[in-house]
């Protein structure tokens, strides 16, 4: 799997927020301490997180950010996605070819491509609120997968 800083680092900064009480904006001061991330490159990344619908600002001393819709409602992927962050596990972008071996496919490209979209899918199945509040995340989008699943094995039957 290849995830840059950007995604880490803003999932640790939405993590951070999350666990506030939420009754005020966190400084990106506060969040750069706590996590030993630059407050400069936080700058960057709460721009195209507020670009996201993810959070609000507020200007002005006590200003900084807050989630703009609860933490249950904010998927881990649409997270790193906000900070243009898809996530590889191939040499090449997607499906194309380009970047593999010699122009063609390489011989792992299907199983790479498939565990790329699997680990989309559980990113999509857990919430920040999920992370917060330490949940068992395995088990959560196990189960969630085995719900959304249900209606189509009952429909093969």
């Not at 009480?21 to 630059?38: H, K, M, T, Y």
């Not at 936080?42 to 002005?60: I, M, P």
Request: proline residues 4%.
């Amino acid at each position: 799997m290849k995830m840059s800083t950007k995604g880490r680092y803003a999932v640790m900064a939405m993590i951070d927020i999350g666990q506030s009480d939420g009754d005020r904006p966190v400084s990106l001061a506060e969040i750069a301490e706590r996590q030993d991330i630059s407050q400069e490159y936080l700058e960057q990344l709460f721009g195209k997180l507020r670009r996201a619908g993810l959070v609000t600002s507020a200007r002005g001393p006590g200003g900084g950010y807050q989630l703009a819709k609860p933490p249950m409602e904010i998927q881990m992927s649409e997270i790193i996605l906000a900070v243009d962050e898809p996530l590889r596990v191939t040499r090449c972008e997607g499906d194309a070819v380009e970047g593999c071996v010699r122009g063609e496919r390489c011989c792992a490209h299907d199983l790479w491509a498939s565990l790329g979209r699997q680990m989309m899918y559980f990113l999509e199945s857990v919430s920040l609120d999920d992370v917060v509040n330490k949940r068992n995340l395995a088990l959560a989008a196990s189960i969630k997968q085995a719900k959304e699943r249900a209606p189509a094995m009952m429909a093969v039957r």
